[in-house]
């Protein structure tokens, strides 16, 4: 089997200058609503003293999740030998990277004093699982930029193997190390649970795998490139598992609370009175992010069509933006309980579901994280020679036969 | 024969200092319980600053203590209430079984073992030797891991430009605060400004002092009447502890 070409795209089209327009508009925007925020403070945004964290988080720890997974096709290619995805690892890798610089810059524009990051790179507490987050996410921006060059780079390709198990790990460990953020958060009756490690590495998968095969399809069909549907209808196969391993860790977070009786007050606003934060939970994580995904990959004919498979992507994007809401916003909205059993009221919002407004800058700031990531994938995608010039069926064969490639590899 | 000699020597000044205190006066001892750290000292791991809230004493709808801790650390005041930040603040309890009520004030707890202080990735949060848990102002980048992180919520992130704070508080904008426990009056001998306001209204409901001390009054009065934690569940043994939660 002759390997595919990797070609850069010609991006003179009006429709590549519509796009990275665009998406500069949507970095300026972020860039102005960080500065606002910088020069009034977080006054001007919709976060309180109740609710500390924002929609600044949602898009920032959505893209950093969302990383890790984008270089799912890499590894499968590169850790477990499935030669047919190699084509496609240095875009899944240069996604990846793309993810993360975005949900990083949100963070770090969102802080309540951006200037001092030099302090958050130079004093380290280590007992702080933001302090380990500093490394992780800084190794796996190296990491991935050498493996990266190690596939690109024609002479050193037999290294990019070791590189891809080293990236890996590493995601499993950094995508642990987030959702480590809020299972180790004793205080809220919403985390302090070791299932949000687990469930955000599978979250990472599902999130991770759509994106890639929206920017996969999207890119094919702006660039007039022939796709076949083998490799699509593998990785579309791929994304219904990984949803399928979302609901069910998140079956699984809600039952276990459930049981205890502790937890009662907050599974009943979530999952019930919760309103906004409800209907997310319902309508947004668990019927367009996992049921209506589910039933289009799956799907006998549905299933086969491009339209459908990428329908199924998007939806698995906007069910994960809802459920990190869910997470972040519906674990802070529920009051912290220091007097179980009992009424309470105060100056300072004791006992009473928090109200979360979020105003244009956050959203913006936010948003911005969606344009950097774009801009990066797509400034990529046309100086570097990531994308195949061609992958039809031919170059990507039918399951059993790159099963025997994977072998003979 | 020199070891000897120090021993004499120590002795000597041990019995000084003893004839000082019970010389100079009836009742009053040059060396009291929260005698003034000298400058230049850092702070000592011999003591445990902390509080005690008799919960029985404290008045349903006084909130001296909290005003007290506002005139004395300058926050808050802008009122708008989601944002302003709060170091103290008054919680009505109510059982809904019994009907019971009471009151009690709530700010940082001082924790032995402090979630702030883990979760902090540039330790700007940190526990001083005696205790007292406290924000580096300088060293905060307002990331707000310890307020997500603090049960008590007892921290409040400063939302907007702080106008001319005070000198021994300072404040910031984009920056975390809390409870110092008045850290600038303990170092100087003197008692937090809230412990202070509950005595002048007479319900004397907060004692100030040195836990680890086992003749001060704070510590004679757990040893005597308990002094539960707040969320004990959780085991992070704070320095402030409460009266009559359930009786």
Redesign the interface.
Known sequence: MKEPRLQAIEGRSGGFYALAALLGALVAAGLWAAWQM?H????ITGM???I??GLPHVFAVFLIVTASGALNVASVASVFGRKAYKPLAPLSAVLAIACLVGGLAVLVLD????D??V??MT???F?????WN?YLYTGFLAIAAVYLWLMLERRMNRYSRVAGTVAFLWRLILTTGTGS?FG?????QAYDAAIMAPLFIAMSLAFGTALFLLVLIGAFRATGRPLGDHLLHRLKNLLGVFVAVVLYFTAVQHLTNLYAAEHHGVERYILVEGGAVTALFWVGQVLVGGLVPLGLVYHPTLGRQRGAIALAGLAVLLGGLAQIYVIIIGG?SYP?I??P??????????GVIHTYRPTGVELLLGLSGLGITGLITLLALRVLAILPAALGDEQAPAPAAGATEAVRA | MAEQAATRRDFLRAGGALAAGVLLAPGVFLLGPAAARPAGEPASSRQRWGLLVDTRRCADGCDACVSACREENGWGGRGRPETDPQWIRKVRVRDPRSGRSFSLPVMCQHCAHPPCVDVCPTGASMRRADGIVLVDRHRCIGCRYCMMACPYKARSLEHEAVEDPRPWAPRGKGTVESCTLCVHRVDAGREPACVEACRRTGNAALVFGDLADPASEIARSVRELGGEALRADLGLDPGVRYLGLNV
């Not at chain 1, 802080?111 to 951006?114: A, C, E, H, M, V």
């Not at chain 1, 180790?184 to 809220?188: I, P």
């Not at chain 1, 059993?341 to 004791?350: A, I, L, N």
Request: hydrophobic content about 50%; charged content about 15%; overall charge positive.
């Open positions: 910088e009034h403070g977080h006054a309180t003293n109740q500390v964290w802080l309540g004093r951006p001092r990051l302090v958050a004093r380290y507490n007992r702080s699982i933001f302090a500093i953020i180790f958060l004793v205080a809220r802070q912290l220091l007097f059993g009992m009424e309470v009221s105060s100056s300072f919002f004791d």
